[in-house]
């Protein structure tokens, strides 16, 4: 196995796993406990790799990060998405 195929099955298996945070924040509705800050950091890195990645040449890395990228970005609009609704029902 070469580094980039290393680094994309732990991306994508990143991505998978992140995916789970937005499923249980659509089946529960409310965050708790958590912070958009971190998120929204590493979904500004996974963006950054996008970039990255291609010019290294590392292209399964670079597939394998749109996952994460994705799942971020999903989990953060669903959060946005939430607490705008709880303020607005609870003020």
């Known amino acids: 196995m070469t580094p980039d195929m ?37 979904s500004i890195w996974g963006f950054w790799n996008l970039f990255y990645y291609p010019y290294l ?16 970005t999903l989990w953060i609009v669903l959060a946005i998405y939430y607490r705008l609704m709880w303020k607005k029902k609870y003020g």
Do not use: E
């Open 6 to 42: 290393i680094n994309g099955c732990f991306q994508f298996s990143g991505g998978v796993l992140l995916f789970r945070n937005s499923y249980l924040l659509l089946k529960h509705k409310k965050i708790r406990g958590v912070s958009l800050l971190p998120t929204i950091f590493f």
């Open 57 to 72: 040449g590392q292209m399964i890395s670079f597939y394998a990060g749109i996952t994460v990228v994705s799942a971020n």
